[in-house]
């Protein structure tokens, strides 16, 4: 599990349309740095040390995995993509954003990169009057003071206003969700996804025990005669396990991420199964599937066949190298026709078959976004 640290920013713009200056910073910071836990109120101001238009000021507090020197890095990229121009003057100027760090959990940083806490904090109002909104109680690691205490020794007299504007702060998938299943074809990436998902997240893992059927390795060899009991003891076992696992709610975790759900028994064993067997296996499961909680939300990653092939051969187990494409599309289409079918469920496609969300940052984040912006 990471490390999660609590960080207050300190935002401020004076271009172009500042309140969409001030938005964009925000989502950018919660998409690509951390949960964005407090927005304080905006406050309007003088352009400070030189003439200019007024500001708009607002400290954020945030939860981020990075440590100080990979924030800022963040902060700085954040930045640029905003469009701010750097240039060699010490002076203060306009900026179309500006956003530093103020203080990193209790620490006190003193490095080329980063000096925690800001060194002018204190006397600046436009950035104690924000965050002692949001942070009025919290101490100052050198001062040894809460910081509504520091904003009354702040001789700063310079004019700051709130104004009635507010921003939307942006809702985190553990806010959103208690339950997600992930589903997939054989090789689709639903576990390796969900470990990464329940990493950076703190959430509950439940993951399929397929490992330790002994039915598995013999239905490869011989189909035929070993599917009933696969598909009936995977029945039983996701069952068991879905009970359990969901029933008791880890206190310590932000919500419960699976990489299966409970109807993918049905998926397979309509492929595997008989028609006898599947109508006698067929009221088993419906007995069972009034029992289960449905997720919140059910995410279904669609990877084409020959990229399906290309991964089981990648992953070298060997009861699945006998695996072939003719069987994966019959799986596809059993989850093809679940999913237009099955109404009440959640559901989210996400086209995986160009993507490598584990080498390449840019594609897991894409599925992220595409999470947090379901409806």
């Known amino acids: 599990m990471k490390t999660h640290h609590i960080a207050y920013l300190s935002l401020g713009t004076n271009q172009g349309d500042k309140l969409k200056n001030l938005q964009q910073a925000i989502n950018l910071i919660d998409d690509s740095i951390g949960k964005v836990a407090t927005i304080s109120s905006i406050y309007t101001t003088p352009s400070?040390?030189?003439?200019?238009?007024?500001?708009?000021?607002?400290?954020?507090?945030?939860?981020?995995?990075?440590?100080?020197?990979e924030l800022i890095n963040s902060l700085l990229k954040i930045?640029?993509?905003?469009?701010?121009?750097?240039?060699s003057s010490k002076e203060y100027e306009n900026r179309i954003i500006d956003i530093d760090i103020l203080l990193f959990d209790n620490e006190v940083i003193f490095s080329e990169e980063l000096i925690v806490p800001h060194p002018r904090m204190l006397q600046r109002k436009f950035v104690m009057v924000p965050l002692c909104e949001i942070a009025s109680k919290t101490i100052h690691p050198l001062e040894k003071k809460e910081?509504?205490?520091c904003l009354k020794n702040c001789d700063d007299s310079s004019k700051i206003e709130k104004i009635k504007n507010k921003l939307e702060r942006p809702i985190s998938i553990s806010e959103k969700y208690n339950y997600i299943a992930i589903e997939g074809n054989i090789g689709a990436g639903k576990t390796t996804l969900a470990k990464m998902i329940s990493e950076e997240y703190n959430a509950k893992l439940v993951l399929e025990r397929f490992a330790d059927n002994p039915f598995l390795p013999k239905f490869y060899s011989d189909k035929e005669r070993y599917a009933f009991p696969l598909e009936m003891s995977f029945l039983a076992d996701r069952y068991q396990q879905l009970t359990d696992d969901l029933a008791q709610f880890d206190?310590?975790?932000?919500?419960?991420?699976?990489?299966?759900?409970?109807?993918?028994?049905?998926?397979?064993?309509?492929?595997t199964l008989s028609s006898e067997e599947f109508a006698l296996y067929r009221k088993m499961f419906d007995l069972m599937y009034k029992e289960i909680t449905k997720p919140d939300l059910y995410i279904y990653l669609h990877q084409d066949t020959n990229r399906l092939l290309k991964n089981i051969k990648k992953r070298g187990r060997d009861y699945e190298q006998s695996i072939e494409a003719e069987y994966l599309d019959k799986i596809h289409k059993g989850y093809k026709s679940f999913i237009s079918s099955e109404k009440n469920l959640n559901t989210l496609i996400i086209d995986v078959s160009e993507?490598?969300?584990?080498?390449?940052?840019?594609?897991?984040?894409?599925?992220?976004?595409k999470i947090k912006d379901f409806l």
């Not at 930045?79 to 240039?87: P, Q, V, W």
């Not at 206190?251 to 492929?271: E, W």
Request: aromatic share 18%; net charge positive.
């Open 355 to 369: 993507m490598d969300f584990v080498d390449n940052s840019r594609d897991y984040k894409l599925i992220i976004s």
């Open 48 to 69: 400070w040390g030189f003439k200019g238009e007024d500001f708009f000021n607002l400290c954020l507090k945030i939860a981020t995995s990075k440590k100080p020197k």
């Open 147 to 149: 910081l509504i205490s």
């Open 251 to 271: 206190l310590f975790k932000n919500f419960i991420i699976s990489d299966y759900y409970i109807f993918k028994s049905l998926i397979f064993a309509q492929v």
């Open 79 to 87: 930045e640029d993509n905003l469009g701010r121009k750097r240039t």
